[in-house]
């Protein structure tokens, strides 16, 4: 099928000719591998796609109802759509995916990481239907993908593990009466799968029932499973883990450790590698217990063995994840690899691109899980629509992995991440410096995300240290979340400026495309006879709203800002696709981009960021915000509704008034037309963006 056209459902599905002639690459031995299905979608889809273009493989891509226009379906050479935007019905409905394999002629399944990955009946469905599965044997899934069934492994095989219960009874009264035996706090833990789903910490019995029918039901809905084990709890360990490689001719590797310690609701926001203040020595037992653990199971593919580690460096086994990891891309910085390469001439037959002795460890990497995220509301995760993103540029030592564009959406069906900044540089501070000056460059408008969380994480002296574990977070929360300052009177001035330079470029680009005569009164200058124009802005910052009054000329604007004046001028300009501003604030030049979206500027800075709501003229209102039609602006209250279905309203005309932050926003109707539906009465709470009213044009209603 061809990309961005209309894809039929799976039953009936259109396929390309399957005597096409593919491009193979010339694999040294075994399979040849020339189109390879990913069982997957967003960031981690994408990163498979450009490993297999670089090796001349195409790829197929599958994908819900609601990734339709997603990012790693137009890079695909084929794509399919496999059901609704539930996983259960798409991403994890195994016969659907096995069917689109056929259909498309693909060699090989690449599952990604999530859904199928570490599902052992999709590997073995796979073998069954003589299509490769790029990953593990379905023995070794078995054997180390179930946490409880690789703790047993370990054990036998004489690696340290933490204390707890793996066994098959998975009744209430036993998992209660182990967790007693183990002693609280304990560790509620999902078998199957990771990423943190399903893991929860009882610190008592009277909380205990509570938390183990909250983790049973995320890993029934992640995996498909509500099997957990119980684990004694280590306080303030730190998560060290080793990513390892295996072939088909019983050569293993390690190819050093990462350090994933600082972690939010269990889930890692920030990883490196290697793991600070990990001498060789450690480094060297915590690669070769990988290694032997991952032998003991002839394990072949990608994998990570996790560790816990005291202050003291020791090390206890955890889990193996049987897959590639989210945050893999540090392991390929510091050792000059491409791991999804590895992975598909593994698959295809070949040895291990390097031996022990050949994998060198240079430098050191660090990477930023950057999510669609409120990290002042306990992290929780959000949606919406990118209506605004740029990015560090990348280069050989920043990479941006992401599934996204501006103008999509985040899906409310799945994981909120919308990116990894992953850096490098030869030491940890030099690394840690990028980072931080990369997080300053990602600039993000229409949802909420955790940028700014990341910089103050990446900036604590105690991460600068070194110093993690993955109480990290709650011990240092009072430094992590700082009261927010007021914004400078300077920076509102700049604000302010933006959006009246921004207002009069549109004015003047209407008027030059109207017909209409304008009034030589009705001009956004200073220049008046005999009167100083004066006009009065109202801007939002939280809580601190300030007024201000403006004088202007032609070139020069005065604000009084709480009896202080300031002289500005400036200019707006584009630089690429993103709108500039150039100031000067009494005498002090600075840039700054500019975002104007809905009733919202936003300024970024080279080091910080501004985000104002303001009173928007009419006219500014209407080209900026509601081009699309008469929806919310922000999200908040509907005060006052003025019209009803059957109503004919004119551009302008007033259509209800809403209340966000203490502020009143009249919504004004965009065009001119006969109202058909008001979808919020008074009182209602409306989302941002949700369609308030819907109308239709007078000459639609008279036909």
Known sequence: ILKRKKRPKLNILLHRDSKEKIPRLAWKCGHNIGKILIANRGEIACRVMRTAKKMGVKSVAVYSEADRNSMHVAMADEAYCIGPAPSQQSYLAMEKIMQVAKVSAAQAIHPGYGFLSENTEFAELCKQEGIIFIGPPSSAIRDMGIKSTSKAIMSAAGVPVVEGYHGEDQSDECLKEHAKRIGYPVMIKAVRGGGGKGMRIAHSEKEFLDQLESARREAKKSFNDDAVLIEKFVDNPRHVEVQVFGDQHGNAVYLFERDCSVQRRHQKIIEE?????????????????????????NYVGAGTVEFIMDS??????MEM??????????????????????????????????MQEDIVLQGHAFEARIYAEDPNNNFMPGAGPLLHLTTPPPDSFTRIETGVRQGDEVSVHYDPMIAKLVVWAEDRQAALRKLRYSLHQYNIVGLSTNIDFLLSLSGHPQFEAGNVHTNFIPQHHDELFPTKKATPHEVMCQAALGLILKEKMLTDAFRDQSDDKFSPFASSTGRRINICYTRKLSLLDGENSKLKKLYTTNTNFWFIIQDETFLISGEIFNEGDSVYLRSSVNGTVCKSKLVILDNTIYLFFPWYYFMLLAHMSLFLFLSVGMQSGAVAPMTGTVEKVFVKAGDKVKIGDPLMVMIAMKM??????????????VNFQEGAQ?????????????????K
């Open 273 to 297: 590698a290697p793991g600070p203040g990990i001498n060789p020595e450690v480094r060297r037992r915590l690669g070769e217990a990988a290694v032997k653990a991952a032998k003991a199971v």
């Open 686 to 702: 409306a989302n941002r963006h949700a369609p308030l009213v819907e109308f239709v044009d007078e000459e639609a209603e008279s």
């Open 664 to 677: 009143e926003h009249t919504i004004r109707a965009p065009k001119a037309g006969v109202i058909k539906k």
């Open 312 to 317: 003291k460096h020791n090390f206890y086994f």
């Open 321 to 354: 994840n049987t897959r590639l990891q989210v945050e893999h891309p540090v392991t390929e910085m510091i050792t000059g690899t491409d791991l999804v390469e590895w992975q598909l001439r593994v698959a295809a037959g070949e040895k291990i691109p390097l």
